[in-house]
């Protein structure tokens, strides 16, 4: 018996030091809150000890692979594909501290025992579970900063839910896509991309310039239904123009 004990043990720590793999997640956000309508959306977090992308997987839609948000841990900078109605853009961030209140509920997930924490993150409440065996401190999505990886992100308003379905450990480092250019002086801030995503928002629908709603405690994504996790306008504390 002590023996098995001591094997189980062994391997759990040996799997809390791998540091590189990828786990698949289910994303559903609400698009038409009339009807109850969730997008339903899987994605991939390739990871490895230094950096990590979130990359959606398995869209009919398109025949090649999107860009992921990448986050880089020893640049300590994220940078994320957004979308506008007159072109993409690349926003690149600090990866600043989430102030998360880490709790002394737990669950489990699949095996993993986890810890309850929240946070208000680009605009949204969360309450997220992460597993400190898995020590990670990343997650889906622009979630991170926690010790252990997330496994499970809902909002409060019940508008996101991120669900791990898989997690797959891998003995060779996972190879993260170099498809940005860090510090592109063609990337952009959150916070000048709130202002870029307000005015093709404005020119779309033609709304008139005495309706923004910047500076205002107002988000103009959701007054106006625009479907995106952040809720724009948010302050982050790197913002500058």
Same mark, same amino acid.
């Given at each position: 018996?002590?023996?098995?004990?001591?094997?189980?043990?062994?391997?759990q720590?040996?799997?809390?030091?791998?540091?590189?793999?990828?786990?698949?997640y289910?994303?559903?956000?609400?698009?038409?809150?009339? !009807?109850?309508?969730?997008?339903?959306?899987?994605?991939?977090?390739?990871?490895?000890?230094?950096? !990590?992308?979130?990359?959606?997987?398995?869209?009919?839609?398109?025949?090649?692979?999107?860009?992921?948000?990448?986050?880089d841990?020893?640049?300590?900078r994220?940078?994320?594909?957004?979308?506008?109605?007159?072109?993409?853009?690349?926003?690149?961030?600090?990866?600043?501290?989430?102030?998360?209140?880490?709790?002394?509920?737990?669950?489990?997930?699949?095996?993993?025992?986890?810890?309850?924490?929240?946070?208000?993150?680009?605009?949204?409440?969360?309450?997220?579970?992460?597993?400190?065996?898995?020590?990670?401190?990343?997650?889906?999505?622009?979630?991170?900063?926690?010790?252990?990886?997330?496994?499970?992100?809902?909002?409060?308003?019940?508008?996101?839910?991120?669900?791990?379905?898989?997690?797959?450990?891998?003995?060779?480092?996972?190879?993260v896509?170099?498809?940005?250019?860090?510090?592109?002086?063609?990337?952009?801030? !959150?916070?000048?991309?709130?202002?870029?995503?307000?005015?093709?928002?404005?020119?779309?629908?033609?709304?008139?310039?005495?309706?923004?709603?910047?500076?205002?405690?107002?988000?103009?994504?959701?007054?106006?239904?625009?479907?995106?996790?952040?809720?724009?306008?948010?302050?982050?504390?790197?913002?500058?123009?």
């Open positions: 018996m002590r023996y098995f004990l001591f094997l189980v043990l062994l391997t720590q040996a799997v809390a030091q791998v540091v590189s793999g990828v786990a698949t289910r994303l559903e956000m609400l698009y038409d809150p009339q !009807s109850n309508q969730y997008g339903v959306s899987t994605y991939e977090l390739r990871f490895n000890k230094n950096q !990590s992308e979130f990359v959606m997987i398995n869209n009919p839609s398109i025949d090649y692979e999107p860009y992921g948000i990448i986050k841990f020893t640049r300590k994220m940078i994320a594909p957004e979308p506008t109605f007159d072109k993409n853009y690349f926003v690149e961030d600090s990866l600043v501290a989430i102030p998360w209140e880490i709790s002394n509920k737990e669950r489990m997930i699949g095996k993993w025992k986890c810890n309850a924490a929240y946070a208000t993150v680009r605009g949204r409440e969360y309450e997220v579970w992460f597993a400190p065996d898995l020590a990670l401190e990343d997650g889906p999505w622009k979630l991170y900063g926690l010790p252990g990886l997330i496994l499970d992100a809902h909002s409060k308003d019940n508008k996101v839910k991120i669900v791990i379905d898989k997690l797959e450990f891998r003995d060779s480092s996972v190879v896509r170099d498809i940005y250019n860090f510090g592109n002086p063609d990337n952009v801030s !959150s916070k000048k991309f709130e202002k870029i995503l307000e005015e093709s928002i404005k020119r779309h629908m033609k709304i008139d310039n005495t309706t923004s709603t910047l500076g205002e405690n107002i988000s103009f994504t959701q007054k106006l239904n625009i479907p995106s996790i952040d809720i724009y306008p948010f302050q982050l504390e790197n913002d500058k123009e």
